[in-house]
């Protein structure tokens, strides 16, 4: 994807498809529970593979590079009692770490094995009857694990319960679920690092769930803001919102200048720019609870070359790519240098862009959709475009509409 040097059109609106985090947690809820009415679901890549795969009654199912469908459907197959899957997927999942997870499952009494290497994808799970009431899970593991746990935890005959040990990682996203079980009548607590869910018997109270739309591929729009300079609507958000990456707001006013103003009878939110705003000397945050919008962050403070100081980012190790690495190498061709560590990354230096721009995305549609916004400032060509169809398959589209050339 070729990406011309820009300018952004101010005053554009952008409907954004429903959330993939929380799209993906009713889909596993309304096979268990029925009874739920979802609207606004997310059209990602993701969402439709893991829609396809509980409709589909087939002993081998392949979920691509859809981690978070990998990681809800281990649970969820773990306890259809008499069936037997083979849960696959590429070769990059393949890579991806699912051990703590399994032996979370195995702990509690659930019957997995690793058909190829230990602790990786492919999984052969049988599923059976899940007794066991509690189990512990390191705190500091991705938040999908837990929450893969916590959407079956209603369905186990006694309920489950969750010691979580050490430091909590992502524990908006935790929050998130629990938030969602309760509106469905599930009861639920998270004490300390202790979280209860209480057997839940029948149908979910009917429900009908507007899903809120992806405040992480709203982020690609703050960066743009906060380099363009101009205002822009975004549709369809809340105030109130349970996505750890609505931290986005907080964030980008604070470090960038860019005022959130929400309008709820419309659910929309404006990103305005400050007049005359003062940018930080530098950046230091601790992102840890909101990791997935860590490259919007780092592209948008290269481009405008504030240092930047970022901690919290484990968990961006295990992603689609090894996502430090990758920003590692791709900043470079913006001017900057970066250091990185097993959780961080913080710039050394700033330089003057490469005279031809190319960013690897590394089949990771947010190193696409993050690098984007640098249009702004220079021509530049997203290679492996498709990839935003992970998330966003409306990116490069909703992109065109607010540029002008």
């Known amino acids: 994807m070729k990406l011309e040097k820009s300018e952004l059109a101010g005053n554009k609106t952008i409907q954004i498809s429903g959330s993939k985090s929380i799209s993906n947690r009713l889909l596993i809820l309304e096979s268990l529970f029925r ?38 459907l281990t649970s969820y197959y773990s306890i259809m009692e008499g069936k037997t899957t083979v849960l696959t997927g590429s070769k990059r999942m393949k890579e991806r770490p699912i051990k703590n997870l399994v032996s979370a499952l195995k702990d509690l009494g659930a019957e997995i094995e690793y058909l190829e290497n230990e602790g990786f994808p492919p999984l052969k799970i049988t599923g059976k009857k899940i007794t066991q009431t509690s189990v512990n899970v390191p705190a500091n593991i991705s938040s999908q694990f837990i929450t893969s746990l916590l959407l079956i935890a209603g369905k186990l005959e006694n309920g489950l319960q969750i010691n979580l040990v050490g430091e909590v990682t992502s524990r908006s996203y935790i929050e998130m679920t629990l938030d969602i079980l309760t509106r469905f009548g599930i009861r639920n607590s998270f004490e300390g690092n202790i979280i209860k869910v209480e057997p839940f018997d029948g149908q979910a109270k009917t429900a009908a769930y507007e899903v809120e739309s992806d405040w992480s591929s709203a982020s690609y729009f703050y960066s743009i803001c906060a380099l363009g300079r101009k205002t822009i609507h975004l549709k369809s958000f809340y105030q109130e919102s349970t996505q750890g990456d609505s931290a986005i707001a907080e964030i980008y006013e604070e470090f960038f200048g860019i005022k959130t103003i929400f309008t709820e009878n419309e659910h929309k939110i404006t990103l305005q720019p400050i007049p005359d705003f003062i940018f930080p000397e530098k950046i230091t945050l601790d992102m840890n609870n909101c990791p997935d919008i860590a490259q919007t962050l780092c592209v948008t403070a290269a481009a405008l070359k504030i240092p930047f100081d970022i901690s919290g980012l484990g968990t961006l190790r295990v992603k689609e790519t090894d996502r430090l690495l ?48 640098f249009c702004l400032f220079n021509e530049l060509n997203i290679e492996e475009e498709e990839v935003v169809e992970k998330s966003y398959p409306m990116f490069w589209k909703d992109l065109e509409t607010i540029l002008t050339h």
Not at 327 to 334: A, Q, V
Not at 335 to 346: N, S
Request: proline share 2%; glycine share 4%.
């Open 35 to 72: 009874n739920i009415k979802i609207g606004n679901l997310s059209n990602s890549q993701d969402t439709q593979l893991l829609k396809k795969a509980l409709s589909e009654d087939t002993e081998t199912v392949d979920i691509h590079h859809a981690g978070t469908a990998m990681r809800f």
């Open 326 to 373: 990758a920003l590692y190498n791709e900043l470079k061709k913006l001017g900057t240098e970066t250091e990185i560590t097993d959780l961080t990354i913080q710039s050394v230096s700033f330089g003057e862009p490469a005279e031809t721009i190319s960013i690897k995305t590394y089949q990771d549609h947010r190193m696409a959709m993050s690098f984007a916004p």
